[in-house]
């Protein structure tokens, strides 16, 4: 079993600045991929980025490059997405998520954290 514990969201001004955390624990193995979803009100539940444990390498959504990144700390079992530069449509619920077989999609990851609630204002 792998539990997930998001941390870090809160309320910002547009431009702003947020740190996420998910720390794992349990059975987390070298290949893992962890990612980070997002879920806005009314809406499906979309990728955000994801890294690879073993070797740190990365993938990001297209809305979402060049303003976020994911990264590990492996010592920690913990992974960060820092966002910059929010925008109020980065206004949702973001989810950690880890699985061997994870992707970009959400269909692929077996553990997930209870989410934590970012707001961006305007």
């Known amino acids: 079993q792998v539990q997930l514990v998001e941390s870090g969201g809160g309320l910002v001004q547009a431009g702003g600045s947020l740190r996420l955390s998910c720390a794992a624990s349990?059975?987390?193995?070298?290949?893992?991929?962890m990612g980070w979803f997002r879920q806005a009100p009314g809406k499906e539940r979309e990728f955000v980025a994801a890294i690879n444990w073993s070797d740190g390498s990365t993938y990001y959504a297209d809305s979402v490059k060049g303003g976020f990144t994911i990264s590990r700390d492996n010592a920690k079992n913990t992974v960060y997405l820092q966002m910059n530069s929010l925008k109020p449509e980065d206004t949702a619920v973001y989810y950690c998520a880890a699985d061997p077989g994870g992707s970009r999609w959400s269909t692929a990851y077996t553990y997930w954290g209870q989410g934590t609630q970012v707001t961006v204002s305007s």
């Open positions: 349990g059975r987390i193995f070298s290949t893992y991929k």
